[in-house]
């Protein structure tokens, strides 16, 4: 099945480079070409794009309010939004991902890792870079003046084995991975994740991860 991809970046240059990179996987196809957020919003109506590759800092609608309106739009569910950014430590990428993007990548990536992670963005299974959007979210939440928009008595309504699963959801697991180390089932680790996510109205793993460092389940790291 093709995995229907839309470009939102006001750099005509980049636009293309990623066209050419996107369109020479024989599973992927770019669908639509948006300058800023609000062609990104409307073409993302009109094109039921699965995956929309959005940059954070365009003129008008910015990546960050357009990533909101896409992943708020009941209408649009199950379009997964990868932004792309020049920098990976960036506080719009985090407010990018509590607006309800899937993950992030590095303009600078190659062919092949844009492709596994435009897949990887499309299934839902697994973050994308698990181990640098954490680093991103550990940074972000030990520095001055982060503010959490979850409060630890969200987790009560988790049963235990499913606060288990988020926390190794949160260090970067995937489903295979959570099923070994809990001696479980790839479905029942994937049923336990999806409870957690419906429960906490996360959109989707990303989401989760923040959840749960913001709630104090994980903790960040010391640097």
Do not use: C, W
């Not at 369109?23 to 990104?40: F, I, N, T, W, Y």
């Not at 959005?54 to 199950?78: F, K, N, Q, S, Y």
């Not at 492709?115 to 940074?139: C, F, M, V």
Request: proline fraction near 3%; avoid cysteine.
């Amino acid at each position: 099945m093709t995995i229907r991809v839309l470009l939102a970046d006001d750099q005509s240059l980049v636009r293309a480079g990623f066209r050419a990179l996107i369109d020479s996987a024989p599973d992927l196809q770019v669908v639509g070409e948006a300058a800023d957020g609000r062609e990104a919003v409307r073409l993302a109506r009109q094109t039921r794009a699965d995956v929309v590759l959005m940059d954070i800092r365009m003129p008008d609608v910015d990546g960050l309010a357009a990533t909101r309106e896409i992943t708020g739009d009941a209408a649009l569910a199950g379009m997964k939004v990868l932004v792309l950014t020049t920098f990976e430590i960036d506080e719009y990428v985090f407010a990018a991902l509590r607006a309800g993007a899937s993950g992030f990548l590095g303009k600078g990536v190659e062919a092949a890792e844009l492709h596994d992670a435009i897949r990887l963005i499309n299934k839902g299974e697994a973050l994308l870079s698990p181990s640098a959007t954490r680093g991103l979210i550990t940074r972000f939440l030990s520095s001055p003046g982060a503010g959490a928009e979850h409060a630890p008595e969200e987790l009560d309504a988790l049963t235990e084995r499913e606060r288990e699963v988020m926390v190794l959801v949160a260090a970067g697991l995937t489903n295979d991975e959570i099923a070994d180390q809990l001696g479980i089932s790839r479905m029942t680790a994937k049923t336990h994740a999806n409870r957690a996510m419906l429960k906490l109205g996360a959109h989707d793993r990303a989401q989760l991860v923040i959840i749960a460092y913001e709630t104090g389940l994980v903790r960040p790291r010391s640097r």
